[in-house]
């Protein structure tokens, strides 16, 4: 089945690192997303990884991929007071989703405080 | 490049009342979704075309939802009659085609409030 579950709250300080967590359960997934939502805003790509790698750097931003226990992580480096927000883990199952339907997790509210 | 826009972006209805949303893609875009964000939880997909025919609706509730995407461009979603329970964020995305490594662009959303 396809499920895709995270913690709910995380709270960090300003400059430190923040690690969310996230678990799928759809081995099928080829495409692998991190979401920000802002209040009151849509949600924006972060970045995404592809199924057959297990690392991916983006400037402050680094994805862990495991894939043997599905499971995905966000590490935000220096994270400042405009990081705060819903992070969403979203997976792109397969087979039969040549349209790309994408299925999120619950999201994890981060929040930094200075 | 315009984002994708929604209108309203609020709403206060009664149950059984009926209401509509409409969503306007980034021009060009073949893809549009419409996906429901509970409070509390991720969106999940309620519709999905390409260009003017629909790819995906299995999670939506046929009963009491449709949704349009006339000449393949703007889309309309309703809701009739409205339950308590459709109190949510509606959120449009659209993608320059469908498929996992095309990136969902998503509109800001119409918060729904049924009463």
């Known amino acids: 089945g396809e499920d895709v579950e995270q913690s709910l709250f995380l709270s960090v300080r300003e400059g430190d690192s923040s690690v969310i967590n996230c678990t799928y359960t759809?081995?099928?997934?080829?495409?692998l997303y991190w979401y920000k939502q802002e209040p009151g805003a849509g949600l924006q790509l972060l970045t995404y990884?592809?199924?057959?790698?297990d690392m991916k750097q983006d400037q402050r931003l680094t994805v862990l991929l495991n894939k043997k226990d599905k499971h995905l992580s966000l590490r935000i480096a220096d994270t400042q007071t405009g990081d705060s927000a819903i992070y969403f883990c979203?997976?792109?199952?397969?087979?039969?989703?040549?349209?790309?339907?994408?299925?999120f997790g619950q999201g994890t509210e981060l929040s930094v405080k200075p | 490049e315009a984002g994708v826009a929604q209108s309203p972006r609020y709403k206060i209805i009664e149950k059984r009342q009926s209401v509509a949303f409409w969503c306007n893609p980034i021009?060009?875009?073949?893809?549009l979704y419409w996906y429901q964000q509970i409070l509390g939880q991720g969106p999940k997909l309620l519709i999905q075309?390409?260009?003017?025919?629909?790819?995906?609706d299995s999670q939506l509730p046929k009963d009491r939802f449709s949704a349009e995407r006339l000449k393949g461009v703007d889309s309309t979603l309703k809701i009739q009659p409205a339950k308590l329970e459709d109190s949510a964020v509606y959120l449009c995305?659209?993608?320059?085609?469908?498929?996992?490594?095309?990136?969902?662009?998503f509109g800001p959303g119409t918060r729904l409030l049924v009463l």
């Open positions: 995305a659209s993608s320059r085609m469908g498929g996992p490594r095309e990136t969902q662009y």
């Open positions: 759809d081995s099928s997934s080829t495409y």
């Open positions: 990884i592809f199924s057959n790698m």
């Open positions: 979203a997976e792109s199952p397969l087979p039969g989703n040549q349209g790309g339907k994408l299925i």
């Open positions: 021009s060009g875009h073949a893809t």
């Open positions: 075309f390409q260009n003017n025919g629909v790819v995906d």
